[in-house]
């Protein structure tokens, strides 16, 4: 249409009659020029022929934001250019698009225009128009998509399109008494296209039943508006709930063939890197994880991983550098899978990283296991992100929470004397706002607060010592140890006997640091005891506890509590023997030395077990000995016992030596031959004869002077037990 002609045609709205096919003007108020030059441009945008689709489409979005009765006619225009198919396809197409939005841009004056384009042999401009028509509200159009459908004489393509049309409104029920009026045409294949489009609105499905599907909109079509759409709501409910748990069995079945194949490019990757040196894989490795598959970029990162836990090769140079590109990576697994590796890489490079990613990303569970990966870190670079995190009122409860969690981690590993009075603030303040039913992050603040040790948190701590609640009391507990407040220690030691063995274990470890009463002794020896205590871990944090809570007791009170271990012989040994070295490292030989050496000696011998019995045997006769204690003799003849019943019979000639030419008595002189004597007549000599030899060459390398005349007759005796008794003596006489 030239210029001049389109310009006079807006004085007339082009009108198009729904119960006639006829067009006729009707005179309108005159358009602004401005206005006739908006859409003069709009209509040249439209027209071009060199104009790339997503152009000329946005030409027609910006033709459709004028409600004008000119717009409209120059729409009707566009629509009935049956030689331009991409211009009225566009057109269609925004129709659909928009027409949702805003129903009164949708002027009954284009049904005529759009009904025409379902005529169309082409299949895009047929669904254009279609989708356009599916948008117009009135019930009338309905009626006049079905009178098409119904149109024996129509192209059976346009019949087909005006059921699609019809299909996206089957909530209507003027649109559904059309699709069953058109099951009557007995047109197989109109009659396939009506089933598949009323098939999801029905409860079960009637196939090609047509009768059963008649006798089912009898049911229906005397239904109420509302009664029509409360039960189609009920419906469309069950489907989605059913259509939900199809995707999840997709979904899940994807992840297993995801997982399949990234598992089978990981073993080939594996396969290419085991021949190539150092300095290869790393740049394969570097190229892999460059790649434009999200499969090989994970195989990759699961090849590093291995590296790490299989051989200690930590990533390092590209490999790292391209490691860290990935925590921006679009895919959330590969995401997920980085952060598992970095949060164990102690490099500053790595923090960085991490710490910047924190600022960008937007999903809630990569954004908490991006703080768990700060704390493990430990970095005081996080410190003013994480007080940062939990001052935010924005923020979820669980981003506060693995906020608060990791401040806790890196604050317990800061020196003594480093400045927190920020987080102590921080924290103050967020566990005030915290609801109590908030449990978990007030536990977490809790935590925070321990790790960072400030005294001032006393008040928290006690408060939250009086909860019930199980989570709150573990990092309570934990507080008042670490700031060293035993004001309640009546309920820590009440707690030590919860039935909860968490908290058993917790409120244990704490009277170890906050212990002050026999009491709490009494409490710590109970859990000691297997009868008492039937839990391995509580017996274990009880044995920590007891030794700490005796480390601030004089030696006497250890020694004194050392005995009370008797019925525990395995702890008492431990006990004792801890306590002994304290002293002899110290240089204390003193009383307490020399009870622990006896305790320690009866221990090892009551229990059979020589070899442990002969140092403090040894130490113990040379303290009496040199401070000519008679004692010493006793000992020296214990220290000969045990290594005659030790298996290595280590320096027994020296020992006796030492132990008769030590003492100027004859008693002890016979004392020691009384002793081998014993050995040899309780023992069978015969069962291992290599030991028995080395047992007389000790034996022999000793002067008899020095033992009195009975010692070569014990030494014949020993040597005639050496010997395997003859097959006489072994025969068992006849009766």
């Not at 489409?57 to 250019?81: C, G, H, I, K, N």
């Not at 009920?234 to 999840?248: E, G, I, P, S």
């Not at 480390?551 to 006497?556: C, Y």
């Not at 009384?674 to 069978?684: G, I, P, S």
Request: net charge negative; hydrophobic share 40%.
């Amino acid at each position: 249409m030239p210029r001049a002609a389109f310009s006079v045609s807006f004085v007339f709205v082009l009108v198009a009659s729904v119960g006639s096919s006829q067009i006729r003007a009707q005179a309108t108020p005159e358009a602004t020029p401005e206005h006739l030059q908006q859409l003069q441009t709009c209509r040249d945008g439209i027209l071009d022929e060199s104009a790339r689709p997503t152009d000329r489409r946005r030409w027609v979005e910006m033709l459709f934001s004028y409600p004008t009765p000119q717009a409209d006619a120059l729409f009707v225009e566009l629509l009935t250019l049956d030689k331009r198919p991409e211009v009225q396809t566009a057109v269609g197409e925004v129709f659909a698009a928009l027409g949702s939005q805003n129903r009164s841009r949708l002027n009954p004056s284009f049904v005529a225009p759009l009904l025409a384009m379902l005529t169309s042999e082409s299949e895009q401009l047929r669904s254009a128009a279609g989708a356009a028509l599916a948008e117009f509200p009135s019930d009338q159009i309905a009626d006049k998509l079905g009178e098409l459908a119904s149109n024996s004489d129509a192209p059976m393509v346009a019949r087909i399109a005006a059921i699609d049309a019809l299909a996206p409104n089957t909530h209507r029920r003027t649109v559904v008494k059309q699709l069953i009026t058109l099951l009557d045409q007995s047109v197989p294949e109109l009659t396939a296209r009506v089933v598949a489009v009323l098939s999801p609105i029905a409860p079960s499905g009637f196939g090609a039943n047509v009768q059963k599907w008649q006798a089912w909109w009898t049911t229906k079509s005397d239904l109420s508006r509302e009664q029509w759409l409360a039960e189609q709501l009920k419906h469309y409910r069950k489907r989605a709930r059913q259509t939900a748990t199809k995707l999840t069995s997709v979904e899940q079945d994807l992840i297993k063939q995801q997982s399949a194949l990234t598992a089978r490019i990981r073993d080939f990757q594996g396969e290419v890197l085991r021949p190539l040196t150092g300095e290869q894989k790393e740049a394969k490795l570097a190229e892999w994880m460059n790649d434009s598959l999200a499969a090989v970029k994970q195989g990759a990162v699961a090849l590093v991983r291995s590296q790490i836990t299989d051989e200690g090769t930590r990533p390092s140079g590209e490999v790292l550098a391209a490691l860290l590109r990935l925590l921006d990576h679009p895919s959330l697994t590969i995401r997920r899978d980085v952060l598992t590796i970095a949060e164990n890489l102690q490099d500053e490079t790595v923090i960085d990283a991490v710490l910047a990613r924190l600022d960008l990303e937007k999903e809630p569970a990569l954004r908490h296991a991006i703080l768990h990966a700060v704390g493990m870190l430990a970095s005081p670079k996080a410190i003013p992100a994480l007080l940062h995190e939990i001052q935010d009122d924005t923020k979820d409860a669980q981003s506060l929470t693995a906020a608060a969690q990791a401040l806790g981690k890196i604050a317990a590993t800061l020196p003594a004397g480093t400045d927190l009075t920020e987080a102590v603030q921080t924290l103050k303040n967020r566990y005030t706002k915290t609801p109590a039913d908030l449990v978990g992050l007030r536990a977490a603040l809790l935590t925070a607060m321990a790790g960072v040790a400030d005294q001032s948190f006393s008040e928290e701590f006690l408060a939250a010592l009086d909860s019930d609640d199980r989570e709150i009391l573990q990092p309570a507990l934990r507080g008042l140890s670490v700031i060293g407040d035993s004001s309640k220690l009546a309920r820590v030691r009440s707690l030590g006997g919860d039935a909860d063995t968490r908290i058993r274990l917790v409120a244990i470890d704490a009277l170890g640091v906050l212990g002050r009463e026999p009491e709490d002794l009494e409490s710590l020896l109970n859990h000691l005891n297997p009868s008492l205590e039937p839990d391995e871990s509580v017996r274990q944090a009880a044995w920590r506890a007891f030794r700490k809570y005796l480390a601030r007791r004089p030696m006497k009170e250890r020694i004194a509590a050392a005995q009370r271990l008797r019925g525990l012989p395995d702890l008492e040994t431990k006990y004792t023997e801890q306590l002994a070295n304290v002293l002899a490292t110290a240089g204390d030989y003193n009383d307490n030395l020399e009870i622990l050496r006896e305790r320690l000696a009866t221990l090892a011998t009551d229990a059979g077990k020589y070899e442990d019995a002969i140092p403090h045997l040894r130490e113990l006769y040379a303290m009496r000995y040199d401070r000519q204690d008679p004692r010493a003799a006793d000992d020296g003849i214990r220290w000969i016992n045990a290594i005659l019943q030790s298996a290595a019979l280590q320096n027994l000639s020296e020992v006796i030596v030492r132990i008769a030419e030590g003492s100027a008595s004859v008693a002890v002189r016979s004392s020691i031959v009384k002793t081998v004597r014993d050995y040899a007549e309780e023992n069978d000599l015969s069962a291992d004869p290599k030991r028995t030899a080395r047992l007389l060459v000790e034996l022999r390398s000793i002067n008899p002077e020095l033992l009195g005349e009975d010692w070569p007759g014990l030494l014949t005796q020993i040597e005639d037990k050496s010997k395997p008794p003859t097959p006489a003596e072994t025969t068992t006489p006849s009766p």
